[in-house]
């Protein structure tokens, strides 16, 4: 063997070792994925948000052949459990819900937040959007919309309505419709859809807006009334009860929304996979028979797609948080 040959010979054997991960790391994508996934949901048990992320998380499970699991992260905004999503590693095996609190009025309302929405994370898809209830508890002497506001402006401040948290879903709608009608109730934050229930139900607080999925059986129980929707029309599981449209407050509209986010620098052909995977979840029968139960209308669409809807969002919570003076209580 000539010297010149060795010499190579050493040399690939030397090299080797150094390309086996870039080898793995381009490899990576494919084999997505390697080990259980960690689905996070910023607020606790028992909300319109978790019975989302269960409902398509069990489907994914049996897509993958992995088990996702969901991790409720409550508090703090969703803050803490944004920002453990931001500093994992990005291989697709730690993913987040987003929704309009998190993504669309967090930058609005908090100045100095561990992390940048539209830089440290990667849009996903769309999982679905969901019908905004406006409920009292049965001892409020009002039987429908307009009776709540009037004792609410009769009795300003002797009220108080809960929500899951500051900046959920449910604060931004309560806050929205307090800027329209003039209403003054105050705002006690919970840690999650769950825990503000029980209060309500139990009466120690007197309303609230909150998902339909969560608050369906309540009501159809006799335990909550419904006083109206925050969607554009009525829906087909309550059809008597109006929007809040109708009640002479034109173009009120608010309603939930969820999807799948990443860490950035997730290598896109996983993100591409977890969005077709998300979208052949929602197609399943038993995920389209959950969402119609519940209202909700299911999302799917490529990521830029759903970054697009973000930015819209973005922009229209700006503008209201700065009208309605929204802030963390």
Request: glycine content about 10%; charged content about 20%; hydrophobic content about 40%.
């Amino acid at each position: 063997m000539t010297v010149t040959r060795r010499r190579a010979l050493a040399a690939s054997t030397l090299l080797a070792p150094a390309l086996i991960p870039a080898v793995a790391r381009a490899q990576a994508p494919s084999s997505w994925p390697r080990q259980s996934i960690r689905f996070v949901v910023p607020f606790a048990p028992g909300g319109t948000s978790e019975i989302v992320a269960r409902t398509v998380a069990q489907e994914l499970s049996k897509q993958l052949g992995q088990t996702v699991f969901v991790d409720n992260k409550g508090g703090g905004a969703g803050i803490p459990a944004m920002t453990d999503v931001a500093k994992a590693a990005p291989d697709g095996h730690t993913i987040i819900m987003g929704h309009v609190g998190s993504l669309a009025v967090n930058p609005y309302i908090f100045n100095n937040q561990p992390y940048d929405v539209n830089r440290d994370f990667m849009p996903v898809t769309l999982l679905a959007k969901v019908p905004n209830l406006f409920a009292i508890h049965p001892d409020v002497p009002a039987k429908d919309f307009r009776e709540f506001v009037a004792y609410v402006k009769k009795n300003p401040g002797k009220l108080d309505y809960g929500s899951a948290g500051n900046a959920s879903a449910g604060h931004l709608a309560m806050e929205y419709l307090k800027m329209v009608t003039g209403m003054f109730i105050t705002h006690i934050p919970y840690r999650g859809t769950g825990p503000q229930l029980t209060d309500l139900l139990a009466g120690r607080t007197q309303a609230t807006s909150a998902g339909l999925p969560a608050l369906l059986p309540h009501i159809k129980a006799g335990k909550l009334r419904a006083i109206a929707v925050g969607t554009a029309q009525r829906i087909p599981a309550l059809p008597d009860v109006p929007t809040v449209a109708e009640m002479g407050f034109k173009d009120f509209e608010t309603s939930q929304w969820y999807g799948i986010l990443v860490p950035a620098g997730t290598p896109r052909d996983i993100v591409k996979r977890l969005q077709e995977e998300s979208l052949k979840a929602l197609r399943s029968n038993s995920v389209t028979s959950r969402f119609t139960n519940d209202g909700a209308t299911g999302g799917g669409g490529p990521p830029e797609e759903f970054a697009a809807f973000i930015a819209q969002q973005q922009k229209t919570w700006s503008d209201i948080v700065k009208r309605a003076g929204i802030k963390p209580d």
